[in-house]
């Protein structure tokens, strides 16, 4: 039985992030998983034990069906499908929300990526803190809008606040 809606390999996907093979010392499958608990536990605080119990079963019947190892098939049959692919990629995104900070702490002096000018040895571009809360809050607020229909009542937000600039623009 499968623990969160995610597996470690969708966030690597999602977050363009090396496979376990490729950065084992650095980001190995279980520091993964520490963040995907902590978006399994902010979603349920969002839509509810029950809503994310019987995505769960949903993603651990088609786990099932497709064997280990297998690719997710794209036409997953869930009892809700819309709502279950709605919890998986805001799990997903939260994970990663998480994670990001971890990140810019793992490849010191570098920090997080944000561009490589010429991969062969020209400039590498990193974020700054700041960049990477506005990041953070960016997934936060995707995570959000993916599941908006779903949340429990008192969740109107899921706790992102949104800022407004000069302009009236809207601040992730």
């Not at 929300?97 to 571009?125: E, F, K, Q």
């Amino acid at each position: 039985m499968a623990t969160y809606l995610t597996e470690s390999e969708q966030v690597r996907s999602m977050g363009n992030l090396p496979r376990e093979t490729e950065s084992t010392d650095m980001l190995p499958d279980s520091r993964l998983r520490e963040h995907l608990a902590s978006a399994a536990r902010t979603l349920k605080r969002w839509v509810g034990a029950t809503a994310y119990a019987t995505a769960l079963a949903d993603v651990d019947a088609a786990r099932e069906a497709i064997g280990e190892g297998e690719t997710w098939p794209d036409d997953a049959s869930f009892s809700d499908a819309v709502k279950t692919e709605a919890l998986r990629e805001a799990e997903c995104k939260l994970a990663l929300a998480s994670l990001l900070p971890h990140l810019n702490r793992i490849t010191p002096g570098r920090g997080v990526m944000a561009s490589v000018a010429n991969p062969a040895g020209g400039s590498v571009s990193v974020r700054s803190s700041a960049e990477i809360e506005m990041e953070q809050r960016r997934l936060t607020r995707e995570a959000t809008d993916a599941v908006r229909a779903y949340l429990q009542q008192g969740y109107p937000s899921a706790g992102i606040s949104y800022r407004k600039d000069e302009a009236g623009n809207v601040d992730s």
